[in-house]
């Protein structure tokens, strides 16, 4: 199971999202990552799937989204430097699952190492977006499926885990493989998404806000990955109101 994010839930317009906004990581030692699958492309808007945020006007944020030009972008601004942004070379399909992975390296350098990986478990690209200064801000907002100026994913989420560290490529790829939390060490929140819940279950006791999402029966199917995906598995959306 899943949540639905697509800006027509009882949030309205596009309101629809999952946040925190205490105990948040620190754009620059944190790893934000999950399961994630369009609905639709939705062009001339943002798509946004992790943010981090200061929720202010003009506000610093450190994401992982589509443009509004439709291509899926690492981007960040800190109020200090210039909006600083990586364009993937590749994109996942509308209608796909896919894992995606946000891990904030701070700076100076290189302030974010952000990957996807297919259906399969295959890597298919990442990017490391450069700052010539340190990249830091104080986040007062966490953001799953939406960001600060209310640009929705249009798409499903699940299987979402926060650490206060930096993940490795190969420790991502065991947390894509497991229903449940690999590495426990420096865990800042999680949740499923079964039921449509934003339940912590890291035991954090850190659960997130849902505003205006539904809940759905499409899933990534991981219990047996990387072995066998079925791909054929599609319930369609089971909306629960």
């Given at each position: 199971m899943s949540i639905l994010v697509d800006g027509t839930g009882g949030g309205g317009g596009g309101s629809d999202r999952l946040s925190r906004t205490a105990n948040l990581p620190d754009p620059a030692n944190m790893t934000m990552a999950g399961w994630f699958k369009r609905v639709a492309a939705g062009a001339g808007t943002y798509r946004t799937l992790l943010e981090l945020n200061n929720a202010g006007s003009g506000s610093a944020y450190f994401a992982m989204q589509w443009s509004d030009s439709n291509a899926l972008i690492v981007t960040g601004n800190d109020q200090v430097d210039v909006a600083q942004a990586a364009n993937f070379a590749s994109e996942p399909a509308v209608g796909v699952w896919f894992y995606a992975a946000l891990v904030?390296?701070?700076?100076?350098?290189?302030?974010?190492?952000?990957?996807?990986?297919?259906?399969?478990?295959?890597?298919?690209?990442?990017?490391?977006?450069?700052?010539?200064?340190?990249?830091?801000?104080?986040?007062?907002?966490?953001?799953?499926?939406?960001?600060?100026?209310?640009?929705?994913?249009?798409?499903?989420?699940?299987?979402?885990?926060?650490?206060?560290?930096?993940?490795?490529?190969?420790?991502?790829?065991?947390?894509?493989?497991?229903?449940?939390?690999?590495?426990?060490?420096?865990?800042?929140?999680?949740?499923?998404?079964?039921?449509?819940?934003?339940?912590?279950?890291?035991?954090?006791?850190r659960n997130w806000t849902l505003v205006g999402t539904d809940a759905s029966l499409d899933e990534p199917v991981i219990e047996d990955f990387p072995h066998s995906i079925d791909t054929s598995r599609r319930y369609g959306h089971l909306l629960v109101r």
């Open positions: 904030g390296t701070g700076g100076p350098g290189v302030f974010a190492t952000a990957r996807w990986w297919n259906a399969a478990g295959v890597l298919q690209d990442t990017q490391q977006p450069s700052d010539p200064d340190a990249f830091n801000f104080t986040a007062t907002r966490m953001e799953v499926g939406a960001n600060n100026s209310d640009e929705f994913l249009n798409g499903l989420v699940a299987y979402v885990r926060v650490w206060d560290a930096q993940l490795t490529r190969a420790e991502l790829e065991a947390e894509m493989r497991s229903l449940t939390i690999v590495r426990t060490a420096n865990i800042n929140t999680a949740f499923t998404g079964i039921g449509g819940s934003g339940t912590d279950v890291s035991g954090n006791g």
